[in-house]
């Protein structure tokens, strides 16, 4: 078979898959303006008689226009928080040399193997203890600092010159003067990068939350949307009008940070 | 003679590494103190209430290892690890394949890749909630599009999530389907620091693209491989998000995987010691799991 034909070929299988993968965003979408959908059928590729009447409901009925404010304050302040603290001890290791060193990276690398279950009880009882629980500091608190972060930051600073560093110290600049406005200016890839992550993860967290926050005013999106689950139970197309609401913010994010998303993806498995 | 020079000299230098050690403690100190905080002690105690049995509410009571014991042989617990190793054996290979081959199909310069790239991914950005809640949609035994398609070419369509025998089959499907996309780009980045001009060669030397595959391309691709599978098991073994939001472990307790368990065990039925006892068992099940690969890289995975 010819090259060209069968390169064709694949490129039509791809495409076709990619249709097929795309397909069930589509069919969440068709059903959220389906008026009554699952109710008696399924709904139709084309609807007959479409309306944005499930998301009218979505929003006066629940909190869901809350959770969607919640989700953004908590996900801002979060990035914020671990991408200001990650490069801080990025800076710390890539710039000093300090006895413990060694010890306090393993200490960062061994915090990154410890999964969230195993937090999870002792966590709860720690913000119980502090009031926290039902409060967003109890959210933020543990998500202040990400050892994951830190490794990041330290491999980009790694390729900005220590020269750019010592030439603004011998002009009479202290360290943190240095690292605000030597270092960081020319971290904004991987500043990009990694916020995008921490904010993304932060956006999509279920587990915590869901320990943490119980107020129907203070939930967060994916809480918010599993409580649908309970409250309109045949009610699909209300149903996938808040599936749409959760996930259009992070597809615009996509479309915007392609780039950065893609490449802290594909550089964690890089070595 | 001690020269007074050299030990003033001496006293200034030691007196400038403790300033810089200082400072550069103070610039962890931001991280470290949330680390240490809410991530070591509460791994630590979690370790010293796991000894105890506990409703969260009235004091603790020392059990030993009564709680490891009831684990080990308590059905429940097994049946919620069997139902985990089941995932796990049906997302792995399925985001694996998958993934590896989008990432062989896409790894040429086409019009309209970035675009399939783009799609493909677009799972991942998603959260697990909504992923479940649209697959329990697709999925739905009798108004889902996918059992309306099966019955369209006279098809029965099972239960899927409905149906204890499906539930598990419904999590993973959605599973696959949400992680596929990551997969094939971390094998897609991989596959791109291949240089051309071995695979030329090698077509130069005669092999058939089949051969190319096994012998140069996926030993070359094998820390990227192995970086998966890594991945993949330690995330496996800690699903929950969409267990939770797709059949809560149900129907029955047919797809209830251990962080499901864990959960209940603390909020349903106040057990907390029991909780934290299963966490810490899993936590050594996926840390034997994965030393045991990392022991086995040298074997496995070829470095440039």
């Known amino acids: ?271 | 003679m001690t020269n007074i020079a050299t030990s003033r000299a001496s006293q200034a230098v030691r007196r400038r590494r403790l300033r810089t050690t200082v400072i550069a403690y103070l610039f962890l100190a931001p991280s470290a103190i949330p680390l240490v905080a809410f991530v070591i002690a509460p791994m630590v105690r979690a370790a010293w209430i796991s000894l105890h049995e506990w409703n969260l509410i009235t004091p603790m009571r020392w059990v030993g290892f009564d709680n490891y014991a009831f684990l080990i042989t308590d059905a429940d617990t097994r049946l919620a690890f069997a139902h985990t190793l089941g995932y796990v054996a049906g997302v792995l290979p399925l985001t694996f394949a998958g993934g590896l081959a989008l990432a062989l199909g896409l790894n040429r310069t086409f019009k309209g890749r970035a675009l399939l790239r783009g799609v493909y991914f677009l799972p991942v950005v998603t959260s697990w909630i909504a992923v479940a809640i649209v697959w329990r949609w697709l999925l739905n035994p009798s108004v889902g599009v996918i059992n309306q398609a099966l019955g369209a070419v006279g098809i029965d369509g099972p239960g899927w999530w409905a149906d204890p025998q499906w539930s598990l089959v419904s999590i993973i499907l959605a599973s696959a389907w949400k992680d596929l996309g990551y997969v094939m780009v971390l094998l897609l980045a991989g596959l791109q620091t291949i240089p051309l001009d071995v695979q030329e060669a090698a077509t130069l030397d005669g092999a058939t693209s089949w051969r190319r595959l096994r012998h140069i391309t996926l030993p070359l691709l094998s820390p990227q491989l192995f970086f998966v599978v890594v991945i993949s098991l330690i995330n496996g073994f800690q699903v929950f998000d969409q267990v939770y939001a797709m059949t809560g472990g149900g129907p029955a307790g047919s797809s209830e995987v251990v962080v499901q368990r864990i959960y209940d065990l603390t909020f349903r039925y106040g057990e907390a010691g029991t909780a934290s006892a299963l966490s810490m068992i899993l936590f050594a099940v996926i840390l034997i799991i994965t030393l045991v690969q990392i022991k086995g890289e040298r074997k496995w995975v070829h470095y440039a």
């Open chain 1, 1 to 271: 078979m010819p090259k060209r034909l069968t390169q064709w070929t694949l490129t039509l299988l791809l495409a076709l898959g990619a249709v097929a993968m795309f397909f069930p965003f589509l069919w969440t979408f068709i059903t959220s303006v389906t008026s009554g959908a699952g109710l008696s059928a399924a709904p139709t590729l084309i609807p007959d008689d479409p309306s944005w009447r499930a998301y009218s409901t979505l929003f006066s009925a629940t909190n869901f226009g809350r959770a969607v404010v919640n989700s953004v304050g908590l996900a801002a302040v979060i990035t914020i928080a671990q991408v200001v603290t990650s490069s801080l001890a990025a800076f710390a290791f890539s710039r000093f040399d300090f006895p413990g060193k060694r010890a306090a990276f393993a200490t960062y690398l061994a915090t990154m193997m410890i999964p969230m279950q195993v937090l999870l009880v002792p966590l709860f009882t720690q913000m119980k203890d502090l009031g926290l629980v039902n409060n967003y500091f109890g959210v933020v608190l543990p998500s202040l600092a990400s050892a994951f972060g830190v490794f990041l930051m330290r491999q980009a600073m790694a390729s900005v010159p220590k020269e750019l560093d010592e030439a603004a110290m011998l002009d009479g600049a202290g360290y943190v003067r240095t690292f605000a406005t030597i270092v960081m200016p020319n971290l904004k890839p991987a500043i990009a990068t990694f916020g995008v992550f921490a904010f993304m993860s932060s956006w999509n967290a279920f587990l915590w939350p869901l320990v943490i926050l119980r107020d129907d005013s203070l939930k967060t999106l994916p809480l918010a949307l599993s409580s649908l689950q309970g409250q309109f139970t045949t009610q699909w197309d209300v149903m996938m009008a808040g599936s749409v609401v959760s996930i259009l913010p992070m597809l615009a994010l996509y479309i915007f940070a392609q780039k950065y998303i893609i490449q802290g993806v594909a550089g964690t498995g890089i070595k």
